[in-house]
C-alpha cells in the first residue's frame, strides 16, 4: 500500500492523486469517501464507475449504455460519458459513426458543409472562384484551400473541390482561336472554319462516335449515327448550331 501524501486532502475528492503510483496498472490511486487514500480497481473502457471504492469495499463498475454511453479509457473515478448527438449539434448535422461503449459518436455534414469538431457545428466549404482551383477539396473535417490556376491550368466554375485543369493543345489541323487564360481553356478550330463556337470539340464528337462506328446501330450507318450523335447534343445544350459547316 502506497505511502499517504504530506498534505492532507479533502476527503470528498474523487480525482486520482497522479504524483502517486499504484503496483498494478489495473489499480488507480484513488482518494476514497471518507477514508485514506488506497489503489483501487480501474473501470475497463466500455464501462464506468457506480459507486467509487471505499477503505473496505473496492469500486463498483457498471456498462455504459450500448448507443447512449461510452467510457474511452480505464478509470477508477469516472463515470459512462453521453453519446454525442449529432442532429442536435446543427441541422445540417449527421452521424458519420456510430457510438459505440468505447468511443463517442463522430459527426459530419451534409454535402457542401464541413464538421467542426471544436465548436460542434457545420460550416459551408469555400467555393474557389473561376480563376482558382481548390488545391485541397473540402472534406468532412477540413474546409477547402483554394489556389490560383498555375500558367497552363484554368478553372471558369464556383466550386469546393474541383482542381484547375490542364489547358488544351491544339492539334494538327486546328487553329488557335483563343488562348487559355485563368478563367477559360484555349479555343481550337478547324482550320477550315476559324469561326467554331466553344461548346463541344470536334475531338470529343469523335470520341463518341468512334464507339459505335464500327458496326450498324438498328439499320443506322455509322454517317447517320455521327449526324444523330450531333443533333443529339445541341438538344440537350439547348442551342442552334451557328456554322452548318461543322457538321457532314
Given at each position: ?42 473501470c ?29 479509457e ?17 441541422p ?43 488545391e ?85 450507318t ?27
Open positions: 500500500m502506497p505511502q499517504a501524501l504530506q498534505q492532507p486532502l479533502n476527503s470528498t475528492q474523487l480525482d486520482p492523486i497522479r504524483q502517486e503510483t499504484c503496483p498494478s496498472p489495473n489499480e488507480e490511486l484513488v482518494s476514497t469517501l471518507n477514508g485514506p487514500l488506497r489503489c483501487c480497481n480501474k475497463p473502457p466500455g464501462e464506468g464507475m457506480l459507486q467509487l471504492c471505499t477503505n473496505q469495499t473496492q469500486t463498483v463498475c457498471r456498462p455504459c449504455q450500448e448507443g447512449s454511453e461510452f467510457s474511452l480505464a478509470s477508477a473515478t469516472a463515470k459512462c460519458m453521453q453519446c454525442k448527438q449529432c442532429q442536435e449539434l446543427h445540417f448535422a449527421k452521424v458519420r459513426k456510430h457510438c459505440t461503449p468505447t468511443s463517442d459518436a463522430v459527426c459530419e455534414c451534409v454535402s457542401g458543409y464541413f464538421f467542426i469538431e471544436a465548436h460542434s457545428t457545420c460550416q459551408s466549404c469555400t467555393k474557389c472562384p473561376p480563376g482558382q482551383g481548390a485541397k477539396p473540402c472534406e468532412w473535417n477540413k474546409n477547402s484551400v483554394c489556389k490560383p490556376c498555375a500558367e497552363g491550368t484554368w478553372s471558369s466554375t464556383d466550386s469546393a473541390t474541383d482542381r484547375c485543369q490542364t489547358c488544351r493543345k491544339c492539334k494538327p489541323g486546328q487553329i488557335e482561336m483563343r488562348p487559355c487564360t485563368a478563367t477559360q481553356n484555349t479555343l481550337c478550330c478547324p482550320l477550315h472554319n476559324p469561326n467554331c463556337q466553344d461548346t463541344f470539340e470536334e475531338e470529343e464528337f469523335d470520341g463518341m462516335f468512334k464507339l459505335v462506328s464500327c458496326y450498324t446501330l438498328f439499320g443506322f455509322s454517317v447517320s449515327i455521327k449526324k444523330l450523335l450531333r443533333s443529339f447534343l445541341f438538344v440537350i445544350l439547348d442551342i442552334e448550331p451557328i456554322h452548318h459547316n461543322l457538321w457532314p
